[in-house]
């Protein structure tokens, strides 16, 4: 497993920005993702989460009806779809992968990352 996040970027509060994530493996299918975020000075903390199947997903409560997490398995690609942005969304946003059903909320579980991608929302 591989993973690249596309680009962030500059966003202005309410705004929607979605992020993909690619991956250039060849076991995408067996990873259950996730994808998490970390502002400065803060720790990494999870977002969203979406089964190997991607027929389950889970939200930290602060994005929860904000944010949709979905995969398409064929295409090797998650993508995060993130609306009515906050300026607390403001972070560096990364996707992770592992080998196991359902995702981890815990950060540390997961096996391969993404390289990370700065979204800033003002205000």
């Known amino acids: 497993v591989q993973l690249q996040a596309s680009v962030g970027g500059l966003k202005q509060a309410g705004d929607p920005l979605t992020l993909s994530c690619v991956d250039s493996g060849r076991s995408f299918s067996l990873h259950a993702l996730g994808w998490f975020r970390q502002a400065p000075g803060a720790e990494r903390e999870f977002v969203a989460g979406?089964?190997?199947?991607?027929?389950?997903?889970n939200y930290a409560d602060s994005v929860k009806g904000r944010f949709t997490v979905s995969r398409d398995n064929a295409k090797s690609t998650a993508w995060l779809q993130m609306n009515s942005l906050k300026p607390e969304d403001t972070a560096v946003y990364y996707c992770?992968?592992?080998?196991?059903?359902?995702?981890?909320?815990?950060?540390?579980?997961?096996?391969?990352w993404g390289q990370g991608t700065q979204v800033t929302v003002s205000s």
């Open positions: 992770a992968a592992v080998y196991r059903q359902l995702p981890f909320v815990e950060a540390q579980k997961y096996t391969y």
């Open positions: 979406i089964s190997w199947s991607g027929l389950t997903t």
